[in-house]
């Protein structure tokens, strides 16, 4: 699938024994990544005692995922240029730096600056699937990118059970000290373990202007996709905020366009497997990535509804957990799928899975068991297509460019789950019921809980519909001959 000609300007041979270090220490830097985006939620009953507002909770959330959006755009780009393993350790320390803050804060704007650091993780996996491309040849490199991507699912789980437990034990600080030892480890682990990256050799000056314009541009954007639901969209303020950003994005990219070396450079789109796995990413973004938002309220739901199956948080968080594992241990599977059938075959294959378990959902959620085994469905073609997309684009683009074009993949993916997350919450408000007991407290009803499934199964097969357009790749080495190499 990849070929030698597009790999041979980076590539330095590794042991057997060095490029299995290697993949650990950067497994274990997207594990701290994946916590940071999830442990908010771990500790957000406990945030919510402390400050008495769930709107200030909701920022933690939102600064993250701000700065986190742009830092992929701009960090992933100064990786290629600088060297990636130095980036990664800058934005991993400073990262710690933000954890160790949160554990020692009381005020709320130190925390908030706090989750911003944090946010740079964002950054991470990029920066870590450009260092495989250079590291590994090959036939080894689409398992390499599974087990790296197996860390997001694998910090889900750490910062869910985890940052729970640190919760219950040391209130909300327990969980940010939790993760600033995880991102020492983390620090420690690729300082150890990963060779240092060379600079790109013809980078030149750097366009300091686009990154500058680039931060505001993206996280304007997708601060209005966020809030425009609890605003309003007629909201005068988020308006003005909408169409800045538009306007600044637009000029930043035609000033990309225009340039010999931009810092993003936007010409890559016009490629078309770029263009068409960017697509396929937004639209399972804005669809089948909105899981658990889907069952974490349908399991919550009280009974009364007539759809809820009325379980507490901790027994729908057993509910989700299975899918979770199970995404853990599918993601270097598919390493060895792409790397034997193609990324092509593998993402339609995955967008099929996909399908057939919102179908699944739709027919049978009537109890947590047949909740949890649909949700495994889904999960597995879910991880399929979010695996495979990373090995498809970097045999688009050239190896200088690898960690930019993955960082704006997580950028549209981004935006696409902001996105996908409002169209959600409308069709679950499209029709709701209130208990007659107590004349207040509306939720879903059942209609709104298949209606959202139903938008979410045709946003799936809109993105599988799409993934037939990537080219066909050639067959590589057999998956077991992979095993035994990596």
């Known amino acids: 699938m990849f070929s030698s000609r597009q790999t041979q300007s980076t590539q330095v041979a590794m042991s057997k024994a060095s490029a299995w ?4 220490a950067l497994w274990l830097a997207e594990i701290t990544a994946a916590y940071g985006a999830s442990m908010i939620y771990a500790a957000n009953k406990a945030l919510i005692a402390q400050f008495g507002n769930p709107i200030m909770i909701g920022w933690l959330v939102a600064i993250f ?6 830092a992929a755009a701009v960090g992933s780009r100064l990786g290629d240029l600088y060297g990636r393993r130095r980036v990664l350790l800058a934005l991993l320390i400073m990262a710690g730096v933000g954890l160790v803050l949160g554990t020692i804060s009381s005020s709320y704007p130190l925390l908030l600056v706090a989750r911003g650091l944090q946010g740079l993780t964002l950054a991470v996996l990029p920066l870590c699937l450009g ?16 087990v790296v991507i197996s860390g997001a699912s694998a910090g889900s789980v750490v910062a869910l059970v985890a940052g729970g437990i640190l919760t219950d034990s040391f209130g909300w600080r327990g969980v940010f000290g939790g993760g600033a030892i995880l991102e020492g480890l983390a620090s420690a682990a690729v300082a150890a373990a990963v060779p240092a990256s060379a600079p790109h050799r013809n980078a030149g000056a750097v366009d300091y202007v686009s990154a500058v314009m680039a931060i505001p541009a993206i996280a304007g954007l997708l601060f209005v996709i966020s809030n425009g639901r609890t605003w309003g969209w007629s909201d005068p303020l988020l308006l003005g905020l909408l169409l800045s950003s538009l306007a600044l994005d637009a000029i930043w990219i035609i000033r990309s366009l225009r340039l010999r070396d931009p810092l993003i450079d936007f010409r890559l789109f016009a ?21 658990t938002l889907i069952f974490s309220v349908l399991l919550q739901a009280p009974a009364w509804t007539g759809v809820g199956l009325g379980v507490a948080a901790t027994t729908a968080g057993l509910a989700i957990m299975p899918s979770t594992l199970l995404a853990l241990l599918i993601a270097p599977f598919t390493g060895l799928l792409v790397g034997r059938y193609g990324g092509r075959a593998v993402t339609i294959g995955g967008g099929i899975i996909t399908i057939t378990g919102w179908i699944c959902g739709i ?3 009537d109890s947590v068991l047949s909740v949890a085994l649909g949700m495994c469905v889904m999960a597995a073609g879910g991880v399929i297509l979010y695996a495979a997309g990373p090995a498809v684009l970097m045999n688009a683009v050239p190896p200088e460019r690898t ?14 789950m902001a996105a996908g997350a409002q169209i959600v919450a409308v069709l679950l408000a499209t029709e709701t019921v209130s208990d007659p007991a ?3 407290g509306s939720f879903p009803s059942g209609h709104a809980f298949v209606l959202a499934m139903a938008v979410v199964t045709l946003i799936s097969l809109a ?8 080219r066909r790749s050639h067959r590589d080495p057999p998956a077991s001959s992979l095993a035994v190499t990596v």
């Not at 270090?21 to 650990?24: H, I």
């Not at 960690?403 to 696409?416: F, H, P, W, Y």
Request: positive net charge; proline residues 4%; charged residues 15%.
């Open 21 to 24: 270090r290697m993949l650990g």
């Open 65 to 70: 995922l701000l700065v986190g959006s742009a």
């Open 131 to 146: 260092i495989l491309r250079e590291r590994l040849p090959p036939e080894r490199l689409p398992f390499g990118i599974g």
């Open 271 to 291: 490629r078309r497997d770029v263009l068409v796995m960017n697509v396929t990413y937004m639209l399972i973004a804005l669809g089948s990535f909105q899981i």
């Open 363 to 365: 027919a049978w959620h």
């Open 403 to 416: 960690s930019e074009a993955t960082g704006m993949m997580v950028v549209l993916r981004n935006i696409a």
């Open 438 to 440: 107590k004349g207040r």
């Open 463 to 470: 993105a599988t519909l799409t993934a037939t357009a990537l």
